[in-house]
């Protein structure tokens, strides 16, 4: 999977766990769906795009998915991606799983698990 697409937002340590998985391999493309203060405080990489959304309590999820849909419309060659929620909302998290699947995109889930770095669901 040559792009990871992670949240960058809310969770008290979160932030070093997406900075792990990006670590973890050599991505083609990493796309962080961040606020405001995610864009002010991270530093991304040569490969990662930051995604701006408007994650205020009062905007509507449907907002936030069509950000995200519009920032990453046209940018994603691959057939299948790898997501990560360890940071964000359920909001930030339903609102980029919606705007995948309104991209025609297959995902897999990514986590840290016992400080490695593995795709959930894979039987090893």
């Keep these: 999977m040559p792009t ?9 340590g979160t932030w070093s766990e997406v900075s792990k998985i990006i670590q973890s391999q ?7 769906i961040t606020n405001q203060f995610g864009k002010d405080n991270y530093t991304p990489g040569k490969t990662t795009e930051l995604v701006l959304v408007d ?8 907002i936030i998915t069509e950000q995200i849909k519009k ?10 991606v790898a997501l990560n929620f360890a940071s964000g909302s359920g909001r930030e998290h339903m ?27 894979l039987n090893k």
Excluded: H, M, Y
């Design 26 to 32: 050599e991505w083609n493309k990493v796309f962080l």
């Design 71 to 80: 920032q990453l419309k046209d940018k994603i060659a691959d057939f299948e």
């Design 55 to 62: 994650s205020f309590p009062d905007t509507p999820t449907t």
């Design 95 to 121: 609102a980029l799983l919606e705007a995948v699947l309104q991209l025609g995109l297959n995902f897999r889930l990514i986590a840290v698990n016992r400080n490695n770095v593995e795709v959930l669901g």
């Design 4 to 12: 990871l697409i992670a949240c960058l937002s809310t969770g008290k």
